[in-house]
């Protein structure tokens, strides 16, 4: 939606934090799926990093230590707003989430280009065939293994809170392959 244009550094007073994979609202935020949205709204863990975000800006503000500085997303120049994306169709750059660097589905901000007005708000999901999961991660445990040291470095790095670990990990154990 342009955001790039506004982008500012961060500040003794500001923090900014883009999240790759994300979408402005996404699943979680609207209940799972949009009727006006048939092709899969972004199903990405904004929710994780927000909540790390509210609970590092309150200890902030009471006088604690100020939030972590997060990397921005990658953009082809520094006043586009053209992402830089992987081979699968990631952002590069930005706070990095399991979700991200460990996908099972291709998460973005983008819904696709004939998607109602609405739905320009909460991206997509594109999920990967079975077959590219077990050749990416071997079998469902490898899987597991690298969510869980993904998820270990968000939360070291302050962008995923530990109080959330658990459910967070849960939806890695919930994938198929």
């Not at 079975?130 to 079998?139: I, K, Q, S, V, W």
């Amino acid at each position: 939606l342009g955001y790039a244009e506004a982008r500012q550094p961060d500040t003794d007073l500001i923090r900014v934090w883009e999240v790759a994979g994300t979408a402005h609202a996404d699943a979680y935020l609207v209940g799972g799926s949009f009727a006006a949205c048939p092709h899969g709204i972004n199903d990405g863990p904004q929710h994780y990093v927000i909540t790390a975000a509210m609970e590092a800006f309150i200890a902030w503000v009471a006088g604690g230590p100020p939030p972590p500085r997060g990397e921005r997303i990658e953009t082809e120049a520094p006043e586009s707003t053209a992402i830089v994306r992987d081979e699968l169709g990631l952002a590069l750059g930005g706070i990095r989430t399991p979700s991200v660097d460990v996908p099972v589905s291709v998460l973005s901000g983008d819904a696709p280009a004939d998607a109602e007005p609405i739905c320009s708000l909460f991206g997509s999901s594109t999920p990967f065939d079975p077959a590219p999961l077990a050749e990416r991660y071997g079998d469902p445990q490898g899987y597991v293994e690298a969510f869980d040291a993904a998820l270990d470095q968000a939360i070291a790095a302050g962008f995923v809170r530990q109080t959330d670990r658990e459910m967070y990990a849960a939806e890695a154990r919930a994938v198929t392959f």
